[in-house]
């Protein structure tokens, strides 16, 4: 097999030498455009875990590695003059050049050909190759050349950046924020040989335009940033190699090979380098290639088709984590408002791999700190954030855990039934701190399905307040009902029953005549008059539902229902007063809400419930978001309850863990009013890190509690504490399942530090 390696970066040259070992007959030519020494930027990071995998496959390059590089367990956050070390950290840093020789050496001891100072854009010179590697860097030409073939997709994120050297000595990776009249700059500072550290200087755009920074003046930037960081520089010089300011380009590629021609590195995928370098996920994606090859001898394309089904969903989960911590640092200055500690741990935290637990078995000082300074905050006498109390008005809940609207579409006439009573009783009854019914519709038309909850009539009111009642006397939690209108999403069938439209259903209302999709009807644009029948039937549910004894009520303006078809660009192309701007498209939702307010007692909060991204082109704007928001506090909502998409039927939404929380986050810490999330959160320990990073005051569950209505006294027992409200009845139980949680808790902490790679320090 005959191989041309295009780029002579480390991804290349790591690829070269495990294939060369294992295919000694193959004939593997390197072709890199720069001179061997010629290196831009200055060290790498690599973990103990990407270190042990190299020790597996090649024990001499982990060696040279290991001997040529800085190593250090402790992580630093400093902001302006406060400082915290967390330890628990594995990480080393190496010479970007250092690097690149010890694996040319490598490669020339196994017998890999190196070409250096070559023409790398014509291919022609390459066509007798059996694989042509592209791995030519960001920019990659060939990449550019078969753009269309490979499906590429380059996305410029907002934030600037630039890649300096120091002489400062550094004992840890470390993080310096400073905070500057025009914005935050952080430094991601680490050493990766004696003497010599990185520091890469990051702002959002505003903050760099307004301190009058130019991409190449390479002088006037070090001039201005010695200024800024004169502390932590600490009389250190900064040192320059081609420094000019970037900013950070996002590139995937829906093909990773097209004919003979296979993708790595920088060329096929890049991650932010917040989350660990690019060289480790180009070596790792080198490990991947060289394994399908080895496979594969005798068959090109089975090996490009392996090593794409091995690798892809891991360089996707990589990339995802690098996008959702790019978010934190592009989100500065909002982060920056938290006291230290938060702040300090929601850096540690930001890409959601790392969560309380994960922090607390590798420094529980550091989070002892951070548990300090929140329970000192919200006046919390136990160590669990989950379990602090939360205030709204009048209304006091007993944790911060939420049970979602989930709707159940087994109501007859829209009355709720024993199946609602058990529904709602017995998670009351599990510890929940707020419960938020399923939609219920204020009109018999503003169904979604026939099985859907109403409160419209005095039946209804009854079946309600006989399930609050219950609640009400026998457990500590509090329970608000969700109004609102299908809208052009109503006249369905039950999800069991295929979510179809109705045979005989009825007029569908929306704020235009858009159907959902093909299957369902055109609505009715609403018209004035329409208008003021909804909102008349929201002022009947708001007192009937104060009638039937709910202690809050959260209006329903999410997920494209009614309220949300005004909100949306997508929904709304009207012409009148009540389209265009945001505040036109806000008119309605607003007068509603404005209705509802009026008339409900002023002691009992109000929570608004919203889609803060449509996953869709063109779709709703976080501005917009913003605008809603701040509309809604203005009006005198207590809270806000975010969610996102679903509000049309090609939405393509990137989910994942928490993968909601970033929005209720920019609506708590941009418009300062409290927020709910939801969003594939599954157990305590991702709910008190939330609640910790202050990204949401309370945690909605929905299909969690499905099948767990004691979620809340299983984490109770999981967290050790003993909580007031379990029925006398059941109190017996506690003294079976804390001994069993204590111990299942044992062992799953157990497991995380035997997983915990092996330190490579030397």
């Known amino acids: 097999m005959k191989i041309a390696v295009i780029g002579g970066g480390p991804g290349g040259l790591y690829f070269s030498i495990l294939t060369k070992k294992a295919m000694p007959d193959c004939q593997i030519d390197i072709y890199e455009r720069n001179k061997p020494d010629d290196s831009f930027g200055f060290g790498v990071v690599f973990s103990d875990e990407t270190l042990g995998e190299f020790l597996k496959r090649d024990m001499q390059s982990y060696e040279l590695i290991r001997s040529k590089f800085a190593y250090w367990d402790d992580i630093i956050i400093a902001r302006d003059g406060d400082q915290v070390n967390i330890a628990g950290n594995g990480f080393c840093g190496c010479s970007r050049k250092t690097l690149l020789q010890l694996l040319q050496q490598r490669c020339m001891e196994e017998g890999v050909n190196l070409h250096f100072e070559q023409n790398v854009d014509d291919l022609s010179q390459y066509k007798d190759a059996d694989i042509i590697l592209a791995s030519d860097g960001i920019a990659s030409s060939i990449r550019t050349k078969f753009g269309k073939e490979f499906g590429t997709k380059i996305v410029v994120k907002k934030n600037?950046?630039?890649?300096?050297?120091?002489?400062?000595?550094?004992?840890?990776?470390?993080?310096?924020?400073?905070?500057?009249?025009?914005?935050?700059?952080?430094?991601?500072?680490?050493?990766?040989?004696?003497?010599?550290?990185?520091?890469?200087?990051?702002?959002?755009?505003?903050?760099?335009?307004?301190?009058?920074?130019?991409?190449?003046n390479e002088t006037d930037t070090i001039t201005k940033i010695a200024e800024i960081f004169k502390e932590e520089l600490d009389g250190h010089s900064l040192i320059s190699n081609k420094s000019y300011w970037r900013q950070f380009p996002h590139v995937t590629n829906e093909n990773w090979f097209h004919d003979n021609i296979v993708l790595l590195g920088d060329a096929k995928a890049t991650a932010h380098y917040s989350i660990g370098s690019g060289t480790k996920l180009a070596m790792d994606c080198a490990i991947g290639l060289s394994d399908a090859v080895i496979a594969n001898p005798n068959d090109v394309q089975a090996a490009f088709q392996q090593y794409d089904k091995t690798r892809r969903n891991t360089v996707e989960m990589i990339q995802y984590a690098a996008l959702v911590s790019l978010d934190w640092f592009e989100n500065m200055d909002r982060n920056n408002q938290h006291p230290f500690y938060q702040f300090a741990f929601g850096?540690?935290?930001?890409?959601?791999?790392?969560?309380?637990?994960?922090?607390?078995?590798?420094?529980?000082?550091?989070?002892?700190?951070v548990l300090n300074e929140f329970n000192i905050n919200v006046n919390n006498k136990n160590q669990s954030p989950s379990f602090s109390k939360f205030k709204l008005r009048d209304l006091e809940l007993q944790n911060r855990i939420v049970m979602a609207p989930m709707g159940q579409y087994s109501a007859e006439n829209g009355v709720v039934n024993d199946w609602h009573f058990q529904h709602y009783s017995s998670r009351a009854i599990g510890g929940i701190g707020l419960i938020l019914t399923e939609l219920t519709a204020i009109s018999e038309t503003a169904r979604i399905t026939l099985g859907c909850a109403g409160i419209y009539n005095e039946n209804q009111i009854v079946a309600w307040k006989r399930i609050n009642d219950f609640i009400h006397v026998n457990t500590q939690t509090k329970i608000g009902i969700q109004l609102g209108h299908s809208g052009r999403k109503g006249a369905t069938k039950k999800p069991w029953e295929g979510n179809e439209p109705l045979e005989k259903g009825w007029e569908l209302l929306s704020a235009s005549a858009i159907s959902f999709n093909d299957k369902f009807a055109v609505p009715k644009e609403m018209t004035l008059s329409d208008m003021d029948l909804i909102t008349s039937q929201f002022i009947q549910a708001t007192k009937n539902s104060d009638k039937a004894g709910f202690d809050m009520i959260e209006l329903q303006a999410h997920h494209g229902f009614l309220l949300a078809s005004f909100l949306s660009p997508l929904t709304n192309i009207r012409t009148d007063?009540?389209?265009?701007?945001?505040?036109?498209?806000?008119?309605?939702?607003?007068?509603?809400?404005?209705?509802?307010?009026?008339?409900?007692?002023?002691?009992?909060?109000?929570?608004?419930?919203?889609?803060?991204?449509?996953?869709?082109?063109?779709?709703?704007?976080?501005?917009?978001?913003?605008?809603?928001?701040?509309?809604f506090k203005k009006a005198g909502a207590d809270i806000i309850n975010v969610s996102t998409?679903?509000?049309?039927?090609?939405?393509?939404?990137?989910?994942?863990?928490?993968?909601?929380?970033?929005?209720?986050?920019?609506?708590?810490?941009?418009?300062?009013?409290?927020?709910?999330?939801?969003?594939?959160?599954?157990?305590?320990?991702?709910?008190?890190?939330?609640?910790?990073?202050?990204?949401?005051?309370?945690?909605?569950?929905?299909?969690?509690?499905?099948?767990?209505?004691?979620?809340?006294?299983?984490?109770?027992?999981?967290?050790?504490?003993?909580?007031?409200?379990?029925?006398?009845?059941?109190?017996?139980?506690?003294?079976?399942?804390?001994?069993l949680k204590a111990t299942e808790r044992k062992q799953t902490e157990g497991m995380k530090k035997a997983l915990k790679p092996k330190s490579n320090k030397k």
Not at 348 to 369: A, C, G, P, Q, V
Not at 593 to 606: Q, S, T
Request: proline share 5%; aromatic share 12%.
């Open 645 to 739: 998409g679903n509000t049309v039927a090609g939405q393509k939404p990137q989910t994942g863990r928490m993968w909601q929380t970033p929005f209720a986050d920019a609506v708590r810490n941009t418009v300062h009013i409290p927020t709910i999330t939801a969003g594939y959160i599954q157990d305590i320990d991702q709910i008190n890190t939330i609640i910790l990073n202050g990204r949401a005051d309370l945690v909605a569950l929905g299909r969690p509690l499905l099948l767990d209505a004691n979620f809340v006294r299983n984490a109770q027992a999981y967290e050790q504490l003993e909580p007031n409200d379990i029925p006398n009845q059941y109190k017996a139980g506690m003294s079976h399942l804390y001994p």
């Open 160 to 216: 600037r950046f630039v890649w300096l050297g120091s002489t400062k000595p550094l004992d840890a990776f470390t993080y310096f924020f400073r905070t500057t009249p025009y914005g935050t700059i952080v430094a991601h500072s680490y050493q990766y040989e004696e003497g010599r550290s990185t520091w890469i200087f990051e702002c959002s755009d505003e903050t760099w335009q307004k301190h009058g920074f130019e991409i190449t």
């Open 577 to 631: 007063e009540f389209g265009g701007s945001i505040e036109n498209r806000l008119k309605f939702p607003i007068r509603v809400f404005n209705e509802m307010r009026k008339i409900f007692p002023e002691e009992k909060p109000i929570s608004v419930r919203i889609s803060a991204n449509d996953w869709a082109e063109n779709g709703i704007s976080e501005d917009e978001v913003i605008t809603i928001s701040t509309e």
């Open 347 to 369: 850096c540690m935290t930001r890409s959601k791999k790392i969560t309380l637990e994960n922090l607390s078995l590798r420094d529980k000082t550091f989070t002892d700190k």
